[in-house]
């Protein structure tokens, strides 16, 4: 579903004329195409096997014992533990300071593995991320978001989900392109 449509410079042909589309599903991103030269930025969900599957699942059970640190640009293992209630522990990395506790790494691992058993059952990868803005679609922490241009940036640091970022540009001059429905902005100066 379209969220939004508006007009922007094109970084190719300079023209106002890039087509900007805000889409919701499957999840929040940015698809631009210019009306002018054919300009296309767009991203990619992650590509995601079984073998990564395994790979996120190892790293989320070694973050929820408290064994590395929860977020992967840190990745430390100097971690101590703050609180055990039961089954219930908090932890807290001493050398960045990220506090989390073992219920939210059980939602993480639990919401993996059903996006995991979903496509081993035939759903599409696609069909089983989550929809909202600001969360990771695999695993659903929130994760905020940025932009890498028009694109929405998705690095999710808790289990690694990332989506790729696509650029097509035409073969063509964008000095010799004529599109006079289309202005180009004014130069400051």
């Known amino acids: 579903m379209t969220k939004a449509v508006h007009l922007e410079i094109c970084p190719y042909c300079h023209r106002k ?3 900007v589309n805000e889409i919701e599903e499957p999840y929040p991103r940015v698809v631009a195409e210019c009306r ?3 300009y296309r930025s767009y991203d990619k969900p992650m590509a995601i096997s079984e073998d990564k599957f395994r790979e996120i699942l190892d790293k989320l059970g070694r973050k929820q014992i408290g064994e590395i ?3 992967d640009k840190c990745g430390s293992e100097e971690v101590i533990k703050l609180l055990r209630e039961g089954k219930y522990t908090e932890y807290r990395c001493l050398s960045c300071g990220f506090e989390w506790n073992s219920e939210e790494m059980e ?3 639990n919401r993996v593995k059903e996006v995991r058993k979903e496509i081993k059952a035939g759903k599409s990868f696609e069909d089983m991320l ?5 969360v990771c679609p695999l695993c659903g922490w929130d994760i905020g978001h940025r932009y890498e241009g028009y694109l929405v940036a998705i690095e999710c640091p808790i289990c690694g989900y990332h989506n790729e970022f696509k650029e097509e540009k035409p073969s063509v001059d964008p000095d010799s392109i004529e599109c006079p429905e289309y202005e180009r902005p004014e130069e400051a100066g």
């Open 107 to 109: 939602e993480v691992i």
């Open 69 to 71: 640190c929860i977020d």
């Open 36 to 38: 002018c030269c054919g």
């Open 17 to 19: 004329a890039l087509e």
């Open 130 to 134: 989550m929809h909202g803005e600001g």
